[in-house]
């Protein structure tokens, strides 16, 4: 009487679980990048003075990038977890929203994916 999942589960817990020490390790590179880079600026102060503005304008660019980068893979981070979780509780690929299953094809694309198509439309339209 072995019941016969739907999904290969074991096949997306191994991406998520890849994806989520990938995305750990790329949050730590930014966040080091980010710390010694301050160390940098604040060593080379002195040096850049005959080039007004140019540096401390790019490194703030620089800077809003990398958090516009770190907040965006931690939001991925957070999906990725989301998606073990559910993966533990047995409702992987049941949406969030509604109760339906997930596409095979779009837990493919997206195996992190908690909710179903129609839903994330939805969500996205709000
Ligand atoms: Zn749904």
């Known amino acids: 009487m072995a019941r016969k999942r739907s999904l290969d589960v074991e096949k997306y817990?191994?991406?998520?679980?890849?994806?989520?020490?990938?995305?750990r390790t790329e949050l730590k590179r930014i966040e080091d990048k980010a710390a010694g880079r301050d160390r940098l600026h604040s060593d080379q102060a002195g040096q850049d003075f005959d080039e007004p503005g140019g540096d401390a304008a790019t490194e703030t660019v620089e800077r809003a990038?990398?958090?516009?980068v770190g907040?965006?893979?931690r939001e991925q981070l957070e999906e990725v977890l989301a998606a073990l979780e559910k993966i533990e509780n047995?409702?992987?690929g049941i949406?969030?929203?509604?109760?339906?299953?997930?596409t095979k094809k779009r837990l493919s694309v997206l195996p992190w994916a908690t909710l179903c198509?129609?839903?994330r439309a939805n969500l996205s339209t709000m």
Do not use: F, H, N, W
Not at 95 to 102: F, L, R, S, V
């Open 71 to 73: 907040a965006s893979l």
């Open 95 to 102: 949406c969030d929203a509604c109760g339906k299953p997930i």
């Open 13 to 23: 817990e191994e991406i998520l679980v890849e994806e989520r020490d990938r995305l």
């Open 117 to 119: 198509k129609e839903c």
């Open 90 to 92: 047995g409702t992987y």
């Open 65 to 68: 990038q990398s958090m516009a």
